[in-house]
């Protein structure tokens, strides 16, 4: 199966900060990779699919990129709404995987 | 509007079994690849099983394959997961979720497995 490792697990950041998070693959996954954002209590949601691919709706400061074995998702100024955790997901090879999430509180 | 309700989530005991549904509504279901992940308490997202269109093709998470059993009836427009073998690090709320790589999730159905 291949592994996705999602980096930091956690990190605290302040409203306004630019925020990086990283997913590496434990082996070529192409584009095939979707970020989903997960607030307490509350369904996941999909922000970005095919590595750079922004879902209707989803406020333009998120971006993603990457290609075979590293992606990264940025939020370019963090607000308010988006302290919660991240997931990405390779959707290349059966069975899918997550990365193990990162959690991003307030500072 | 887009929505899966899930069913069916229980109390059951170690090696028991039991059956997910998920009623879906507001798409055409039977043009729509399915898959099931569960989220165990406090912990992070898990694919589980996956079910193309036409249920051709199925995909199983190594932890569960042999054990679970995925299955549509695109004419009631409802997916299924049938546990068997149940064991505690089963335990999860479990969600039915809209394409391979979801787009639309369901609020999920809670299983604790416990003696």
């Known amino acids: 199966d291949i592994q996705m490792t999602q980096s930091p697990s956690a990190m605290s950041a302040s409203v306004g900060d630019r925020v990086t998070i990283t997913c590496r693959a434990s082996?070529?996954?192409?584009?095939?990779l979707a970020w989903f954002q997960q607030k307490p209590g509350t369904v996941p949601q999909r922000l970005i699919y095919?590595?750079?691919n922004l879902d209707n709706g989803v406020p333009s400061r998120f971006s993603g990129s990457g290609s075979g074995t590293d992606f990264t998702l940025t939020i370019s100024s963090l607000q308010p709404e988006d302290f919660a955790t991240y997931y990405c997901?390779?959707?290349?090879?059966?069975?899918?995987?997550f990365g193990q999430g990162t959690k991003l509180e307030i500072k | 509007e887009v929505q899966l309700l899930e069913s069916g989530g229980g109390l059951v005991k170690p090696g028991g079994s039991l059956r997910l549904s998920c009623a879906a509504s507001?798409?055409?279901?039977?043009?729509?690849?399915m898959i099931w992940v569960r989220q165990a308490p406090g912990k992070g997202l898990e694919w589980v099983a996956s079910?193309?269109?036409?249920?051709?093709?199925?995909h199983y998470a190594d932890s569960v394959r042999g054990r679970f059993t995925i299955s549509r009836d695109n004419s009631y427009m409802s997916l299924s997961l049938y546990m068997t073998y149940l064991r505690a690090e089963d335990t999860a709320l479990y969600y039915c979720?809209?394409?391979?790589?979801?787009?639309?999730w369901g609020q999920g159905a809670l299983v604790t497995v416990s003696s």
């Open positions: 079910i193309s269109r036409g249920s051709d093709y199925v």
């Open positions: 082996q070529g996954i192409s584009n095939f």
């Open positions: 507001g798409f055409i279901f039977g043009t729509s690849n």
């Open positions: 979720a809209r394409d391979l790589v979801p787009d639309y």
């Open positions: 997901l390779q959707h290349h090879t059966f069975p899918y995987t």
């Open positions: 095919g590595a750079s």
